[in-house]
């Protein structure tokens, strides 16, 4: 018997075509080409982050995605998604098909994607007819990225209107009382923006209405969604769009000067490197101009760039200007683009440039305090009812996962007392991630080490659970940070014996919180004893409180032991009594761990490579007792130092002197000197000189890391590790990046992100010295950094840990050049 198959057509024309590409093509990166216009099929597979589906990049900018049949309206974070397959590609009928489906809902899909001249076909063919109860409910849906249509025009049929800045008026009741979404219009053509011709895109649909929704109802980060239902036992053709947008004849991308929005040290190397359009032929001429304090100009430098090459989608070419090494501002002018403005000073990094990490972003980021800055609260004293015990063989949200087994002498939603103290919240959300946590202080221990960072412009009163910004209390406030850490995580020893994976909020109504964190919950502690089902209701010591994740794995375990052991060396002459339960508690793990097999609990935030995490618990043990047992510890781990050591050998570094062993130093310096090799290669690959691996999530993070471990291993062996490997990763993070030139540090440099993902994105606002992971990549070649928008986590989200390793790559440079 023949399946009747439901065709879902969809026509995209280009209005203006180029003399290159007289029509769109498919070219080796399975992407349908002209220039200035990309269409992607499934090259992405990340739609609760607004990339995947059918996406179009039209003048270098991503303006839609998520092309695919979608049960709802606007979808959430958490709603269905089908299941797709890998796409085929049928390069001489220049055509691309993708299945999927949802497989509990008995739809199944294929969608074809093929090229016709100037126009792309897309059907999608379902196996069989929609089942009754999901009619009116399946449709195809086409989201626009929001920022660049707010305040631009729409025209649906004989209606017009302005995308909304903000949501308007979406929501309303049905029959049912139950609460459904109402379109900013219906009609069967839609013209996008047609005042602005590179974002102008006309949609018309030849059967079924096209229906324009603001998706931000329900969630705040949703995008603008063009959707077309599919009929009643439609069976071919149901939906047909044509699609047509404007391409401007012969465009070209104008350069941009990719450099560090801060500025460099007179002694390091300064190379400004230009980002291409790949039709741009010929290279212009570079100038470097001084701005002299009466506001007249001066040429100081002047060169063509030396061509580098194709890297992802743009050209490149490199303006080396190392021997300027006059103090003063400056700007590079090319071919009539202008950067911002820049330093060179060999005081560069000496202020204003990790000064507001320390001295904002992590007291803001300080729970279980109330934290004030001059006339403003960041937030009130929140979460002081920490925590109950997560229920048993429960999968959690965001990676959070409890065993059959508590692995504590607590209850299921029982409270667990002294929870309720130090840590940060992780990110742009509220929990308390053990593993980052550990991280955090680890790194931020390290930093005070190696640098003595004494500054001092935030009062902690640790007692009174309250923090004061630009308020000096005679204490280094990188110390008071590392000591607020300590305590949260000796309180998962004091409370089960073992570090416990972290803490979360029960409800995605409290995870996507938007707010002041005080609000979260209502701080009052939960007693299960007066609810018989624990469940959140509206009065006071509901249950909202959060919950803790209790099981132990090993190599958590010595995570925490590396940051217990190196903050106790740092906190011995500030607070004693802590610095010495410390120790304490780090070798009572390290002696327990020792003599047990590994215990491995999987799940969210635990790290992996557990005998990474146990070398560098011995490493810092060692630093902090000189104890033999620990050398002897290390000594007998070498073969799992050579073979993870881009992540041990920078710890073993510091100690591999005072390990006395030949065949130790031996086999070590073989496999430093090959992971030397590796990185000179890494960094060749790249314009940027970095080891830039482009994936979904920004790199900046991993860089900073990376940054971080390349300072001790050249302060060990500088004729191996240059001291520009870590320059380098500092310009990249700063600006120098492919497809944006945006700081990735909040408030740091001429030109930064201050539209992030913090806990004030509601606001379209940032936190001073919050650090972005940075530009992400739109597979195949497409780097993007989205601005301003604060709703994509996988670019501008901050999490706590790559603020501790921005924060020491910032003072490791500054002490290299300055010795």
């Known amino acids: 018997m023949l399946i009747k198959r439901i065709q879902f057509i969809i026509f995209i024309f280009v209005t203006t075509i180029t003399p290159i590409y007289p029509q769109l093509v498919l070219n080796d990166n399975a992407t349908f080409t002209q220039r200035g216009l990309s269409v992607l099929v499934f090259n992405n597979h990340y739609p609760e982050g607004h990339q995947g589906g059918v996406e179009i990049i039209l003048h270098d900018e991503r303006i839609a995605t998520n092309g695919d049949l979608r049960l709802e309206p606007t979808p959430g974070q958490w709603d269905p998604l089908p299941t797709i397959k890998d796409p085929v590609t049928d390069r001489k009928n220049k055509s691309i098909q993708v299945s999927g489906e949802y497989s509990d809902l008995d739809i199944s899909y294929t ?32 989201e626009l990225f929001p920022a660049l249509y707010f305040g631009k025009t729409w025209h649906m049929d004989a209606s017009s209107g302005i995308f909304p800045r903000q949501l308007n008026s979406a929501a309303q009741l049905n029959r049912s009382k139950n609460i459904t979404i109402a379109p900013l219009a219906v009609g069967q053509r839609l013209s996008i923006a047609p005042e602005s011709p590179l974002q102008h895109l006309l949609i018309e649909s030849r059967q079924s209405e096209l229906a324009l929704y603001d998706g931000r109802e329900p969630d705040n980060n949703g995008w603008f969604i063009i959707r077309s239902l599919v009929p009643a036992g439609a069976t071919e053709n149901a939906i047909e769009w044509i699609i047509s947008p404007r391409v401007k004849k012969g465009w070209q991308r104008d350069p941009v000067i990719l450099l560090s929005q801060v500025g460099y040290h007179p002694d390091q190397e300064k190379v400004a490197i230009i980002e291409l359009d790949v039709y741009a032929e010929k290279l212009g001429t570079a100038d470097i101009i001084q701005l002299l304090p009466d506001g007249r100009t001066k040429k100081v430098f002047s060169g063509v760039p030396k061509r580098w090459g194709r890297y992802l989608r743009y050209n490149y070419a490199t303006l080396d200007f190392s021997s300027i090494t006059e ?32 001295e904002t972003f992590f007291p803001v980021q300080m729970c279980h305090m109330e934290v004030r800055d001059r006339f403003r609260v960041w937030h009130g004293l929140c979460h002081m009812d920490d925590a109950l015990q997560a229920p048993t063989s429960h999968e959690h949200f965001d990676g959070y996962r409890q065993g059959d087994k ?6 299921a939603f029982e409270h667990i007392p002294d929870l309720n103290q130090g840590g940060w919240h992780d990110a742009g959300d509220y929990d308390l991630a053990t593993g980052g946590q550990a991280q955090t202080v680890y790194t931020l221990a390290l930093a005070f080490e190696a640098f003595n960072v004494t500054i001092d412009q935030t009062t902690v009163v640790q007692e009174d659970n309250f923090v004061a910004l630009h308020q000096p209390d005679g204490q280094p406030d990188m110390l008071q940070q590392i000591e607020h850490g300590v305590r949260y995580l000796l309180a998962g020893y004091r409370s089960t014996g073992h570090a416990i994976i972290g803490i979360i909020c029960p409800t995605l109504q409290q995870y996507v919180h938007l707010g002041d964190a005080m609000s979260m919950t209502d701080n009052q502690v939960y007693d299960a004893s007066e609810d018989v089902l624990p469940a959140p209701n509206y009065r006071r010591g509901r249950m909202d409180d959060r919950w803790a994740f209790t099981n132990r794995d090993s190599g958590l375990e010595y995570r925490v032991v590396a940051a217990l052991a190196a903050a106790s060396q740092v906190l011995r002459k500030y607070n004693s009594d802590l610095a010495s339960e410390c120790q304490k508690t780090a070798e009572t793990i390290w002696s327990f761990e020792s003599r047990q097999n590994p215990v491995r609990h999987l799940a969210a935030y635990v790290p992996r490579n557990l005998f990474a995490e146990k070398v560098l618990a011995a490493v810092e043990l060692f630093k902090l007792t000189k104890n033999a047992r620990y050398r002897t510890a290390l000594v007998e781990l070498l073969p799992e130092i050579r073979e993870s050591i881009s992540a041990t050998g920078w710890a073993v570094a510091q100690v591999f002197a005072e390990l006395h062993d030949d065949t130790f130093d031996h086999d070590f310096f073989k496999a430093i000197r090959k992971y030397n090799e590796e990185i000179k290669k890494q960094n060749s690959e790249n314009p940027f000189g970095v080891p830039y691996q482009p994936r979904i999530w920004g790199a900046g993070w991993s ?53 992030a993902y913090g806990a ?26 989205k601005e301003p928008w604060p709703f994509l986590w996988q670019q501008s989200e901050y999490v706590m840990n790559g603020a501790a390793s921005y924060l020491f790559c910032i003072l490791a440079a500054n002490k290299l050049l300055s010795e």
């Open 703 to 755: 860089m900073q890391n990376y940054a971080m471990k390349q300072y001790f291993l050249h302060k060990a062996f500088p004729e191996l590790f240059d001291r520009e490997n870590i320059f380098r990763v500092i310009h990249f993070v700063l600006g120098c990046h492919p497809g944006s030139h945006t700081s990735f540090v909040s408030g740091v440099g001429s030109r930064s992100l201050t539209t």
């Open 327 to 358: 103090s003063g501002i400056f700007y590079v002018n090319y071919d009539g683009i202008w950067s911002s403005p820049f330093r060179i000073d060999k005081n560069i990094y000496l202020k204003d440039v990790w000064q507001p990490t320390l």
């Open 406 to 411: 508590t692995e504590s002498r607590y209850k």
């Open 111 to 142: 969608i074809r994607v093929k090229a016709k001249d100037e126009h792309i076909l897309i059907s999608v063919d379902l196996a069989q007819a929609l089942p009754l109860q999901w009619v009116g409910k399946v449709g195809f849906n086409l």
């Open 760 to 785: 004030n994105r509601a606001d379209y606002s940032y936190i001073p010295g919050g650090v972005a992971s940075g530009t992400a990549l739109i597979q195949p070649d497409f780097p993007e950094l």
